[in-house]
T-cell receptor, first 114, second 110 residues
Framework: DAGVIQSPRHEVTEMGQEVTLRCKPISGHNSLFWYRQTMMRGLELLIYFNNNVPIDDSGMPEDRFSAKMPNASFSTLKIQPSEPRDSAVYFC????????????FGQGTRLTVV | GQQLNQSPQSMFIQEGEDVSMNCTSSSIFNTWLWYKQDPGEGPVLLIALYKAGELTSNGRLTAQFGITRKDSFLNISASIPSDVGIYFCAGSYGNNRLAFGKGNQVVVIP
């Protein structure tokens, strides 16, 4: 079975540039999560979608961050403009929403903003 | 937000030894999950626990959902070199949300 697929795996960009991270959730899953992982803060939930609708975006750091899920098989996380402090590993995860949540993670995108 | 405390933060163990790690919180969770993360990879789900008091095994892994629903432990028996990695606990609460601990780095010495 194909798991959660993220692209790119690595991204290096200059400060001020726009960055777009992509995610394809597991087929049949109806919840999608974007997380950010850093040494200092660990895994932080940025936003999650249920049935393609954003449910909670309270973890999105600021207006420079935006996420979309145009259909059940694709989501993007965009940072515009990027800053060095955005450097982190960004994970996408998906689950089939039930009372008991089991989220499956992609391999992540390592973002470096210089 | 919900806070999960994992202890210890890191541990060095001899190959063949058992290792235990805990996760505690002041909040109640509906589900407890344990993940393992290898370098350069995403967290991989190891065990899911759904009921208070539940004890579940997956090969050499055993985990329990605390009676108070505020804690969980994970035990790895007879450790092997490939057990090295970061182990995260996670608790689900509210509307399909997961809170994660900071992780426990396990190093297995051959």
């Amino acid at each position: 079975d194909a798991g959660v697929i993220q692209s790119p795996r690595h991204e290096v960009t200059e400060m001020g540039q726009e960055v777009t991270l992509r995610c394809k959730p597991i087929s049949g899953h109806n919840s999608l999560f974007w997380y950010r992982q850093t040494m200092m803060r660990g895994l932080e939930l940025l936003i999650y979608f249920n049935n393609n609708v954003p449910i909670d975006d309270s973890g999105m750091p600021e207006d420079r961050f935006s996420a979309k899920m145009p259909n059940a098989s694709f989501s993007t996380l965009k940072i515009q403009p990027s800053e060095p402090r955005d450097s982190a590993v960004y994970f996408c995860a998906s689950s089939f929403r039930t009372v008991n949540t089991e989220a499956f993670f992609g391999q992540g995108t390592r973002l470096t903003v210089v | 937000g919900q806070q999960l405390n994992q202890s210890p933060q890191s541990m060095f163990i001899q190959e063949g030894e058992d290792v235990s790690m805990n996760c505690t919180s002041s909040s109640i969770f509906n589900t407890w999950l344990w993940y393992k993360q290898d370098p350069g990879e995403g967290p991989v789900l190891l065990i899911a626990l759904y009921k208070a008091g539940e004890l579940t095994s997956n090969g050499r892994l055993t985990a329990q959902f605390g009676i108070t629903r505020k804690d969980s432990f994970l035990n790895i028996s007879a450790s092997i070199p490939s057990d090295v990695g970061i182990y995260f606990c996670a608790g689900s609460y509210g509307n399909n949300r997961l809170a994660f601990g900071k992780g426990n780095q396990v190093v297995v010495i051959p």
